[in-house]
Antibody, heavy 124, light 111 residues
């Protein structure tokens, strides 16, 4: 069973860079045929897709966040990471990493496996 | 403001059938599959429906999805108390380089 776990600071200062890592167990990023994703959810609000990455490093980003987002992958550690720069209070959210199942392929694949989520608060 | 439009709330009594709508445009629902997620309080979302009307293994057949043009619907029949949750529709949007879009979510209350 695939498992994903987010890790990183729970508190980030305004204007700084938010950095999170998703560690994958029970499966290999490098042998997958789909894109791994980051999704966030502000407190009491809906889901927002941030971006997705393939094992090769190919990425897709949400146009509204593209100028501030970088998603990278480290297949040797079976991890992928998110960096969001110039954060403001509006970036306070639970951040999830997620993956499709092997039933799917490519970037247009729904997220079947989710991490538990990690709350990141932007505050001085 | 979400790209896909859902009603903020819905409700029903146990045993009833309820439907949740999701409206989009030609670049997302109109040209791609629709997916539905269920989010129970305090938990991560769970994939409920994929490719408009397919259920992942383990999802009861009380849940069904449909799509017509640029709109989609999730139906829940034989409503149960454990169905009380937030429901989100999602679709791939072909505009720009392509990206996932979600609905704003519908809070389902079982009365």
């Amino acid at each position: 069973q695939l498992q994903l776990q987010e890790s990183g600071p729970g508190l980030v200062k305004p204007s700084e860079t938010l950095s999170l890592t998703c560690t994958v167990s029970g499966g290999s990023i490098s042998s997958s045929s789909y894109y791994w994703g980051w999704i966030r959810q502000p407190p009491g609000k809906g889901l927002e897709w941030i971006g997705s990455i393939y094992y090769s490093g190919s990425t897709y980003y949400n146009p509204s966040l593209k100028s501030r987002v970088t998603i990278s992958v480290d297949t040797s550690k079976n991890q992928f990471s998110l960096k969001l720069s110039s954060v403001t209070a509006a970036d306070t959210a639970v951040y999830y990493c997620a993956s499709p199942s092997i039933t799917f392929g490519g970037v247009i694949a729904p997220f079947d496996y989710w991490g538990q989520g990690t709350l990141v608060t932007v505050s001085s | 403001q979400s790209v896909l439009t859902q009603p903020p709330s819905a409700s029903g009594t146990p045993g009833q059938r309820v439907t949740i709508s999701c409206s989009g445009s030609s670049s997302n629902i109109g040209s791609n599959y629709v997916y539905w997620y269920q989010q129970l309080p305090g938990t991560a979302p769970k994939l409920l429906i994929y490719r408009n009307n397919q259920r992942p293994s383990g999802v009861p057949d009380r849940f069904s999805g449909s799509k017509s043009g640029t709109s989609a619907s999730l139906a829940i029949s034989g409503l149960r108390s454990e169905d009380e949750a937030d429901y989100y529709c999602a679709a791939w949007d072909d505009s720009l380089s392509g990206f996932w879009v979600f609905g704003g979510g519908t809070k389902l209350t079982v009365l």
